[in-house]
């Protein structure tokens, strides 16, 4: 098992250019960003067509793609990783609900006769707006709710990306869950 410095010092070495670096980073990352993707994965509805694999792929090949990113350390790169699955996810979702491509159509497999809906993408999208709003009012917040909920990092980790105190996190997370829930609850009314 590598430690989160193992991790941080190949990520200095790929900002440095080191490509060989980038191989010895990819399985070091790999269970991390699949432990990630199937959180993500768990929260959506039974019907859902898309796969964990699909998710940590995409994410992946993105992360690759960050040349202006400067990796602080292990957590910064699984923040990072956390953002770019969210909004893989929402823009997924957003394109399966547009009228014009039959977003509203559900796929039921006939071998297996079971009620699906459409209700938990709804629901990412719903607070998917709703974290867009928050970042209008509390950036921050925003950030703490992007890393803890959508990224499952530690109070400690978030704290230590965001280079605020660990009492801060709890308070920040604390009142954005109730204002997001409010803000969720009376987009649906």
């Known amino acids: 098992m590598s430690s989160p410095q193992d991790i941080t ?18 399985p070091l990352v790999e269970r991390e960003l699949h432990r990630l993707a199937h959180i993500y994965m768990r929260r959506e509805h039974t019907g859902h067509t898309l796969q964990t694999t699909a998710v940590i792929n995409e994410t992946f090949l993105r992360l690759v793609d960050q040349n202006r990113v400067k990796w602080q350390n292990r957590a910064h790169f699984f923040g990072i990783a956390a953002k770019i699955m969210r909004r893989f996810l929402i823009n997924y979702a957003r394109d399966r609900h547009r009228a014009k491509r039959g977003g509203h159509a559900v796929q039921i497999s006939l071998s297996e006769v079971v009620l699906v ?7 990412l999208i719903a607070l998917d ?16 709710v992007e890393l803890r909920y959508f990224g499952g990092l530690t109070v400690e980790e978030t704290a230590e ?9 709890n ?13 969720v609850r009376h987009g649906s009314e």
């Open 117 to 123: 809906s459409n209700e938990k993408s709804a629901e």
């Open 129 to 144: 707006e709703a974290l867009e709003r928050l970042a209008l009012l509390d950036e921050r917040k925003s950030r703490v």
């Open 171 to 183: 308070r920040d997370w604390q009142l954005a869950k109730a204002w997001l829930s409010r803000e």
């Open 161 to 169: 990306v965001l280079g605020v105190s660990i009492i801060t996190v």
């Open 9 to 26: 010092e190949l990520l200095i070495c790929w900002n440095n250019g080191d490509e060989a670096a980038l191989e010895k980073l990819l």
